[in-house]
């Protein structure tokens, strides 16, 4: 039996506030399989973002095990935790990140370098032109509109080759025909490099070119429906 790339057993994330403990995730229980595409999907509070960011290994879990391309990240610390995630996972934000006094290139090159690869800049070339923007390599990103700064951060995030692909709200500062030009690119890639991809959204029509929808809400996954 092939084990699940992505799986959530009893997770749960409680945060330190000013006002007392909250509960972010209550219980959380979720499994994705290789090449799968998954929506998370539910309204704002709901936990979605917070799921993303604890498979990203970005918030640890104060409950329940989370397996990841094969390492229970729990018991991981810091350093060892940053080489699973830089091998294995890359991260489209809704915001970009990208550093704003570097190029596209240098923006994309920057995991690569970190990561001690000497054809860190080749490979950014290549991966900006898979994405279009060979034509853009050396300009910053505040001379680059918001779907090309979006198509920069989808780049960086396959530089390293991830077998898990993570977006947040990709979509959330572009307008529509933008946001759909970037959404074809994603599952295009996804789907060229048989990759697993997890996506965070509230639009319904993004959510239904997924493979699977997966409900969240008050911090915790509803149940699908069975089936007649």
């Given at each position: ?145 918001g779907g090309e700064q979006q198509r920069v951060a989808v780049a960086r995030a396959l530089s390293a080759g991830p077998q898990i692909?993570?977006a947040d709200e990709p979509t959330g500062n572009l307008d529509g025909k933008t946001g759909e030009h970037v959404i074809d690119l ?32 008050d911090g915790r996954v509803e149940p699908e429906p069975v089936s007649a």
């Amino acid at each position: 039996m092939v084990k699940p790339v992505i799986a959530f057993d009893n997770v749960s994330l409680t945060l330190s506030t000013r006002a007392g403990p909250v509960e972010i995730l209550k219980h959380v229980s979720l499994s994705v399989d290789a090449g799968e595409s998954v929506a998370i999907v539910g309204p704002s509070g709901s936990g979605k973002t917070s799921l993303l960011m604890v498979m990203a290994g970005l918030e640890r879990a104060t409950g329940g095990s989370v397996q990841v391309a094969g390492h229970e990240l729990a018991g991981l610390g810091e350093d060892a935790l940053a080489l699973v995630r830089g091998a294995n996972i890359g991260i489209v934000f809704q915001s970009f990140h990208l550093v704003p006094t570097m190029t596209a290139l240098e923006n994309v090159a920057l995991p690569l370098e970190f990561a001690g690869r000497l054809d860190a800049f080749e490979t950014a070339r290549a991966l900006l032109d898979e994405v279009d923007l060979s034509h853009r390599t050396d300009h910053f990103p505040a001379q680059l509109s918001g779907g090309e700064q979006q198509r920069v951060a989808v780049a960086r995030a396959l530089s390293a080759g991830p077998q898990i692909l993570l977006a947040d709200e990709p979509t959330g500062n572009l307008d529509g025909k933008t946001g759909e030009h970037v959404i074809d690119l994603l599952f295009d890639l996804q789907r060229r490099r048989q990759a697993t991809l997890v996506l965070v959204t509230h639009e319904t029509r993004l959510a239904g070119r997924c493979g699977r929808v997966v409900h969240m809400a008050d911090g915790r996954v509803e149940p699908e429906p069975v089936s007649a």
